[in-house]
């Protein structure tokens, strides 16, 4: 009996770490141009807080600035004028858990708080020792359009502030990879930061 507990710990620390409910990184993804023959970089900033709150502004490059938020209630994606003069544009949806990202986080966040809970419709397993796969089944799988997700760390501690890149597999063949500049975990973040105000000359779609 005391072997199987013994076993069952070492499982457990196998996967275990604390997944913080609120984080803050700074994102890059990278295209390679088949034409140009270079890489085109976006970057970005994230803030995410459990269990569906999320803010993601893309920074540069200029063309393709962005800000998405949701705070389970609504969805805002708004996107500046590229020329002066020219209309903003806000998009503002009912509900949440529209981002992949949200479902990657609180899914691990479960998990990782609890390794003995089933996951109902996922599948997390460790590569390498420094790698996380979470897969999805029908139906999340559809409902986020997602594969699979990918997280590998630095090292096999696995530790949140040591995330290096998150991959995700969409249903429709694109695989997306962000490299992590920067994690910081965040103590005092409110809700009510997961909000968005249009500035003025913006036409708003429902």
């Not at 803050?24 to 140009?36: D, P, R, W, Y």
């Not at 920074?59 to 962005?66: D, E, F, V």
């Not at 419709?121 to 999805?136: R, V």
């Not at 994690?183 to 968005?196: A, I, R, Y």
């Amino acid at each position: 009996m005391k072997k199987v507990f013994f076993l069952f710990f070492l499982l457990q620390q196998e996967v275990l770490f604390s997944f913080p409910r609120a984080f803050e990184m700074h994102l890059t993804q990278v295209f390679e141009s088949l034409v140009a023959e270079e890489e085109t970089k976006v970057e970005g900033k994230m803030t995410y807080m459990a269990p569906e709150f999320l803010y993601f502004i893309i920074t540069a490059p200029q063309t393709r600035r962005m800000t998405y938020v949701q705070n389970g209630e609504k969805r805002w994606r708004f996107t500046p004028a590229f020329i002066e003069g020219e209309k903003h544009q806000l998009m503002i949806s009912q509900g949440g858990e529209e981002s992949p990202f949200v479902a990657v986080f609180e899914i691990l966040r479960k998990q990782l708080e609890d390794p003995s809970l089933r996951l109902e419709h996922a599948e997390l397993k460790i590569e390498k020792g420094h790698t996380l796969n979470l897969t999805f089944f029908s139906p999340l799988k559809e409902k986020f359009a997602l594969n699979w997700a990918k997280l590998t760390f630095k090292d096999k501690k696995r530790l949140p502030s040591q995330l290096r890149t998150i991959q995700l597999s969409r249903t429709d063949g694109q695989v997306t990879l962000f490299r992590v500049e920067s994690f910081k975990e965040l103590t005092n973040l409110k809700s009510s930061f997961f909000h968005f105000e249009a500035p003025e000359n913006t036409k708003t779609i429902y």
